[in-house]
């Protein structure tokens, strides 16, 4: 794993360091706000392009992203931001699994049509980063208990909800994360 040097990230949500680390082909990117105290919010994020750039009401995840930025700035820890579009079918099968919803899949079964399972991503570097700033535990900000599982040798002292996003578009979608994939909503 390559680790880049930090650097000063100013931004709409407040002022930030940013450091990148490299995993194979993958470059993630972790936002963070010092002092951390003893045991810092964490937020893990997986990219989601329509969502965090792009302003998708198909989703939550930029909501989802915006509201821990402004958390980490008010409290200080940290977004670690992997890339893992499309829960790691990458963009260009995201937006076949976007076609397939539009003609009445849900985001699992779309998945499953590609021939992807409904969840691809893995958690394994998010210790390896938290170990680097030297953080042993954590309050977990999600509602996946996928990561409250594979997060190893980091001790998740609690799990802080994150609601927010709601809107018409996306109810099917928050609806089978919750059914589906057990997502804490």
């Known amino acids: 794993m390559d680790i880049s040097n930090s650097a000063k990230l100013p931004s709409k949500f407040g002022d930030f360091k940013i450091k990148s680390?490299?995993?194979?082909?993958?470059?993630?990117?972790?936002?963070?706000?010092?002092?951390?105290?003893?045991?810092?919010?964490?937020?893990?994020?997986?990219?989601?392009?329509?969502g965090d750039a792009l302003g998708s009401l198909k989703c939550d995840c930029g909501d989802q992203l915006q509201y821990a930025l402004k958390m980490v700035n008010k409290n200080g820890g940290m977004v670690i931001y992997l890339r893992q579009e499309g829960r790691d079918i990458g963009l260009f099968n995201k937006v076949n699994a976007y076609n397939l919803q539009d003609k009445g899949l849900d985001t699992v079964e779309a998945n499953h049509q590609l021939g992807f399972e409904a969840?691809?991503?893995?958690?394994?570097?998010?210790?390896?980063?938290?170990?680097?700033?030297?953080?042993?535990?954590?309050?977990?900000?999600?509602?996946?208990?996928?990561?409250?599982?594979?997060?190893?040798?980091?001790?998740?002292?609690?799990?802080?909800?994150?609601?927010?996003?709601?809107?018409?578009h996306n109810e099917n979608y928050l609806k089978t994360k919750k059914e589906k994939m057990g997502h804490l909503i």
Do not use: Q
Request: some cysteine.
């Open 21 to 50: 680390f490299k995993e194979g082909i993958k470059e993630h990117l972790v936002i963070y706000k010092e002092p951390f105290g003893e045991t810092p919010i964490v937020r893990v994020h997986s990219e989601c392009l329509t």
């Open 119 to 168: 969840d691809m991503r893995n958690f394994d570097i998010v210790s390896d980063i938290l170990k680097h700033f030297g953080i042993s535990k954590i309050r977990l900000l999600t509602n996946n208990p996928k990561k409250l599982n594979e997060i190893k040798d980091i001790k998740i002292i609690e799990r802080i909800p994150i609601k927010v996003g709601e809107n018409p």
